[in-house]
């Protein structure tokens, strides 16, 4: 549906589940049969018609790419990991909250720009999705504040495929993580190539959320045990952020973006631009990213489980027998690594703190 000429087009209602599959299998279906001369001459010219992106985008990509990593740098050794120091934190977790600090601090920020965006702005992206591409034309220009918007995430997430490997600890889902980072970074750099970056906006918006949540859940964990004690304040706060995060995670990324995105990629795409480019290609990443977030959604309910059962909460994702003594010891700078590096236990299952047997917290 286009825009009218003189003013708007009426807002669509929102999508369920069976109009998403009915009308986006049929409208695939549809256009697969009218692509009659797609092939790999056809899509090589059409990614020389439509594509459009600067040398200098580039250049502006790999710089901030390369300071996203000297800004976490600087703030790990000079904030995150005195502050670690300072809190006393157990050596396991010490060794993990600078990377859940600076994953805090960004996602923070890139979720607040794209709500500004979203809710503080003419842009009506997230109450009518279809709009994405009303008047779309190839080379279109892209607006300033999208285009920072792109900046700030395309670079962060070229940052993050290079930090996930050398700067994070490695998880049982990092490699699933890799290629997240890699298919995210496909989906902004094409998108924007494409001119795709409205609906691009709404797809970062819809992400971020639960990132802020997972890394605000983390951070408390690891201070709720600060000094070898136990604070009241920080449990509570990590029980509501886990819980916050498992709801927020369907709503968000199982609920909002197939219903808004896909169904908007899938259907109102074909019928605002009827030969809108890379149709298919740009429709496969999406999908391959909502399969990504079901296979997440399936430690979420491990980590619900283990919570309903009253064990201690922990992140699913890390191997049980990760050893973080050494890179602790390296984090603290203080001989007390060694004698904090575990947490003995009494025949009845209780922890041992300071020479005081005290029962476990949720």
């Known amino acids: ?5 003189g003013g708007a087009a009426p807002v669509e209602p929102m999508p369920g589940y069976l109009e998403l599959l009915t009308k986006g299998f049929a409208a695939m279906l549809g256009a697969w049969r009218d692509c009659a001369d797609c092939g790999l001459r056809f899509s090589k010219q059409t990614l020389l018609d439509n594509a459009h992106i600067t040398w200098t985008e580039i250049g502006l990509f790999v710089f901030c790419a390369f300071l996203w990593t000297m800004v976490r740098w600087g703030l ?3 904030l ?13 977790d010490a060794a993990k909250m600078p990377e859940s600090s600076w994953k805090l601090v960004f996602y923070t920020m890139s979720w607040s ?14 109450h009518d999705p279809p709009s994405v591409f009303y008047n779309w034309k190839s080379g279109m ?4 504040d999208i285009a920072i918007a792109y900046l700030i995430q395309g670079s962060f997430y070229g940052h993050s495929i ?8 490695w998880r049982k889902d990092s490699a699933v993580m890799v290629v997240h ?5 496909a989906l902004i750099s094409f998108s924007y190539a494409f001119r795709y970056h409205n609906v691009g906006i709404l797809v970062l918006f819809l992400h971020d959320i639960n990132d802020i949540q997972l890394e605000f859940t983390k951070v408390n964990i690891y201070l709720k045990s600060r000094g070898g004690g136990y604070h009241l304040l920080n449990d509570v706060l990590s029980n509501l952020g886990s819980v916050s995060f498992s709801v927020s995670w369907f709503w968000f990324r ?7 995105v896909l169904y908007a990629t899938c259907v109102s795409s074909i019928q605002s631009v009827p030969n809108i480019p890379f149709y298919f290609f740009f429709n496969a990443l999406l999908f391959a990213l909502l399969l990504m977030n079901i296979y997440w959604f399936l430690f979420i309910v491990v980590f619900v489980v283990k919570v309903l059962k009253v064990k201690e909460l922990n992140d699913v994702r890390e191997y049980e027998d990760e050893d973080g003594s050494k890179s602790a010891e390296e984090l603290l700078g203080d001989s007390k690594a060694d004698e904090d590096a575990g947490h003995p236990k009494s025949a009845q299952g209780k922890h041992v703190q300071n020479g005081v047997a005290k029962e476990k917290h949720l």
């Open 162 to 169: 290079y930090a996930t490997v050398n700067m994070d600890e």
């Open 1 to 5: 549906m286009e825009a009218d000429a």
């Open 113 to 126: 720009y794209s709500s500004y965006l979203l809710f503080f702005t003419s842009y009506p992206f997230f």
């Open 141 to 144: 220009t892209v607006p300033t």
């Open 76 to 78: 790990t050794e000079c």
């Open 80 to 92: 995150f990991k005195p502050l670690a120091q300072r809190c006393r934190l157990l050596p396991k």
């Open 254 to 260: 199982l609920y909002w973006f197939p219903l808004k």
């Open 181 to 185: 980072h890699i298919i995210t970074l």
